[in-house]
């Protein structure tokens, strides 16, 4: 009988040697066969199999044992597949930072699996860490790409993040993935009955601006944009005496309301019909203008000066988009005219906003060192964003996304009764206070 072995190279030249070896010794294998003893195996490595090697269902190779040299198979599935199993079990007892924990430690033993990234993307969405969800969701996208579920997870995380626009695009592409998907088509529908104003939404007033946006101070000049932008970095630098700081934040806001007072008069007819233009009395430069000046003459507040230089930098970039900013590096370049871009103009908006709101929550917190100075400002501060809350979108926005993410963190299981109470009642007396502002 014919036996097929397919020996490695190593083994041959055992096999060689020991044909050597018992050539010199003409009887031993006599003796053996003699005495019944078995021939010694080849030594056989996977390595150098040949088609007739059984194969495993997955496709490869079983492994001989008997091979030193090989390594031993890896556990990282194993290991992946009982982590995701510990991570699902705590997402069902709503444990999300636990699952968070244990999905974590399964893309660790399995960073293709695209699966383990859209579990935590998922569960960083009931923690309402809308970021690390939308990284997460970007990431299931990257590794499969026609897996609707990754688009649905990245949808979801921009809702979270009050980015309509993009959570359409991701919906709707989730949607040509997987057109029965009922879950991303009711979701779709609520984004889109929210911007159209219906509903039950809490978004007052229906959606964005439609088409380009307007940045308040548009029809400034760039030498003022550039002057605003520069004395708000000069401000920020940590080494500088008070005296120097307090000028260049005074500094900062009169570039700043220079620049609103050009824009006025660069954009409005010079008539007095104007001044009793209900368009012209709303307008941004035209509510910001008597808040700068007592922002003057009152004590410093970090955060005001965030919106004036948000408005600086655009229009800055707008403006010497053809001179100054096609000169620099590459990366550079590209994200400064993104800022010119629809999205980035909503950006730059919604991050203006966001920085008033967190101005008129901080100011209150300047009295203790300035008094009465300071409660002045921080009751003028709350007025504008109350007023602006009414007029602008984008301050809705922001303190609905405020108020939501405060929200989950009173209502935590952690937290103490009486600080959810003690919020209730607070929110209760915030949320009345635009209204009485309003008229």
């Not at 592409?173 to 088509?185: D, F, H, I, W």
Request: net charge positive.
């Amino acid at each position: 009988m014919e036996l097929n072995f397919c020996v490695a190279p190593q083994s041959a030249l055992t096999s060689a040697a020991r044909v050597v070896q018992e050539t010199r010794r003409p009887h031993s294998d006599a003796a053996r066969l003699a005495s019944h003893e078995p021939l010694p195996p080849p030594v056989v490595c996977p390595d150098a199999l040949g088609p007739s090697w059984p194969a495993r269902r997955d496709g490869r190779a079983e492994k001989a044992s008997a091979c030193p040299d090989d390594p031993p198979m890896s556990a990282e599935p194993d290991a992946a597949a009982a982590a995701k199993a510990a991570g699902t079990a705590a997402f069902k007892a709503e444990d999300f930072e636990e699952a968070v924990r244990h999905f974590t430690l399964a893309i660790e033993a399995d960073s293709t699996n695209h699966v383990l990234y859209s579990n935590r993307s998922a569960a960083y969405a009931k923690q309402q860490l809308y970021k690390q969800s939308l990284l997460d969701a970007n990431k299931c996208i990257d590794l499969a790409p026609t897996w609707a579920k990754g688009h649905s997870r990245r949808g979801a995380a921009y809702v979270g993040l009050r980015n309509w626009r993009q959570a359409i695009v991701a919906y709707e592409e989730g949607l040509r993935l997987e057109p029965e998907n009922a879950v991303m088509k009711e979701a779709l529908a609520s984004i889109q009955r929210k911007l159209a104003g219906g509903g039950s939404s809490t978004v007052v007033g229906g959606g964005p601006p439609s088409g380009m946006p307007v940045v308040p101070g548009a029809d400034g000049t760039a030498a003022l944009a550039v002057l605003t932008l520069l004395f708000t970095l000069v401000f920020f630098l940590p080494f500088l005496s008070v005296p120097l700081r307090d000028r260049c934040y005074q500094l900062a806001l009169g570039t700043g309301l220079a620049g609103y007072a050009i824009s006025l008069w660069r954009g409005w007819p010079k008539t007095m019909a104007t001044l009793k233009d209900p368009r012209f009395l709303q307008s941004h430069e035209v509510q910001r203008a008597p808040l700068t000046l007592i922002l003057l003459f009152s004590p410093p507040l970090p955060f005001a000066l965030a919106p004036p230089a948000t408005y600086a930098l655009h229009r800055a970039v707008r403006l010497l988009a053809s001179k100054a900013v096609s000169k620099l590096p590459g990366a550079l370049r590209d994200r400064a005219l993104w800022l010119l871009t629809e999205e980035g103009t909503h950006t730059t908006l919604a991050f203006a906003a966001t920085s008033d709101l967190m101005t008129a929550i901080s100011a209150p917190l300047t009295m203790l060192t300035h008094g009465f100075r300071a409660a002045l400002i921080s009751v003028v501060y709350a007025q504008h964003v109350a007023k602006s809350y009414h007029t602008s979108w984008y301050h809705r926005t922001a303190v609905e996304a405020v108020t939501q993410k405060l929200d989950g963190l009173m209502h935590h299981r952690r937290c103490p009764a009486i600080l959810s109470s003690l919020y209730a009642r607070v929110k209760g007396l915030v949320s009345s206070y635009p209204r009485r502002a309003a008229s």
